[in-house]
């Protein structure tokens, strides 16, 4: 039982890593505050907080295939800080125009509440080569869709490295539950689990991703740009913000939502040498790097448009043992044949629902141990079917519950 638990326990932390994926790690400088919130939709295609177009509102049963166009972003390459900013470290790829109009730098999760539904892609590029002549090249591509009236979500983590092979991982979220699913020689699986809160983290994942920088401002370069089926205002980074990297930046730009100031494209290349501190031990993963280039490039698509499906190898999977539990009981977590959860209530009360209540299931009370002070286990078994019943009282004076079925 402690390792199912734990199990859940993992693959929660695995999600909630992979949320962080979109923050290159060695860029993490602060926590801007985010742009102010739109103004009241006005219905204008071009701004999807207007009577944004609703998505399914249930996830439907599932295609063979994932949500089309969900493709996945690993976590990006771990690597060291750099050394503190350089000043005069590369230009931005296109000076500013249109008067240069200065706006604090908006981050990738700001706004994002307004929207019924997206899809947000990253991908992180890196290509290089080492000292003694190697190339490297990896790449790894996150990509989240979000549908909250449903409360469902996707994640797809695809990553790529030379001399390895491609790994895939894939997330499906229905309100708490959560599905690892996977296709392997031309089988579907699907391993559910719950827990308490888990929806919203996973949906959060999205809202939180970071942009590649977190603080500076960014200068108008052109206005009125339709990028994703959304109506933009362009703008680059300033020299300012650009020297915070500590590197030569080729091309900075970003693209802002004219009507709901969220981040819709962000483009991000950097150029590596062996003198550039922090970024060529992550390039090279270790290896001295001679050159090389890193490349973000992260974008909000199908805006108010996208739908999930899941799986029907998940559509018929339960979570849980199927058993009653004492009245009041809150399930916490759960994964096939194993239920946790607390009830306020004495854990003499307790110690009498399962030993009046199973039985008049069939379940035979097959063993007993413990007190009220140490808490209980309990055996059952009915035919095939056998149960244990863990119950102790807490600091919290709950008792927490845990059924097993094996």
């Known amino acids: 039982m402690k390792s199912q638990a734990f199990l859940v326990i993992i693959l929660l932390i695995g999600a909630l890593a992979i949320g962080g994926c979109g923050n290159l790690p060695f860029l993490s400088q602060g926590n801007a505050q985010p742009t102010a919130s739109p103004a009241a939709a006005s219905g204008n295609a071009s701004t999807p907080a207007a009577q944004p177009t609703r998505a399914a509102e249930q996830p439907t049963q599932a295609p063979a295939n994932p949500p089309a166009q969900t493709v996945p972003v690993a976590p990006p390459p771990t690597g060291g800080t750099p050394a503190a900013p350089a000043t005069g470290g590369g230009t931005p790829a296109a000076p500013a ?15 994002l509440s307004q929207l019924e539904s997206y899809r947000m892609t990253v991908v992180s590029k890196m290509n290089g080569k080492t000292t003694d002549g190697k190339t490297i090249e990896s790449q790894t591509t996150y990509t989240q869709a979000v549908h909250r009236p449903s409360k469902t979500g996707y994640t797809l983590i695809v990553e790529n490295r030379q001399g390895a092979p491609s790994t895939q991982s894939e997330l499906y979220s229905v309100g708490d539950t959560l599905y690892v699913y996977q296709r392997q020689d031309g089988k579907e699986l699907c391993q559910p689990g719950m827990m308490t809160g888990m929806g919203d983290m996973l949906r959060g994942i999205a809202d939180a991703m970071t942009a590649p920088i977190q603080t500076g401002s960014a200068q108008l370069v052109n206005r009125d740009e339709t990028v994703n089926g959304i109506l933009t205002d362009r703008y680059t980074l300033d020299q300012e913000t650009i020297n915070q990297f500590g590197a030569t930046v080729e091309k900075a730009d970003l693209w802002v939502a004219r009507d709901g100031g969220y981040l819709v494209k962000y483009d991000l290349t950097i150029k590596v040498t062996s003198n550039t501190a922090g970024w060529s031990e992550m390039l090279g993963g270790g290896m001295p790097v001679s050159e090389g280039t890193i490349v973000y490039n992260w974008s909000l698509e199908d805006i108010n448009k996208t739908t999930i499906t899941l799986p029907a190898a998940c559509s018929g999977q339960t979570v849980g043992v199927d058993l009653p539990l004492p009245s009041g ?78």
Do not use: C, H, W
């Open 97 to 111: 125009t249109g008067g240069g109009e200065t706006i604090p730098l908006p981050q990738s999760q700001a706004n």
């Open 329 to 406: 009981t809150q399930v916490d977590m759960a994964m096939p044949n194993t239920t946790m959860g607390k009830v306020n209530a004495s854990i003499d009360s307790v110690l009498t629902f399962f030993k009046t209540e199973y039985p008049k299931l069939g379940y035979q009370l097959t063993y007993e141990y413990g007190d009220a002070q140490n808490g209980y286990i309990l055996e059952f078994k009915k035919d095939a079917d056998e149960v244990m019943v863990q119950f102790s009282t807490a600091s919290d004076g709950s008792v927490q519950i845990t059924i097993t079925r094996s």
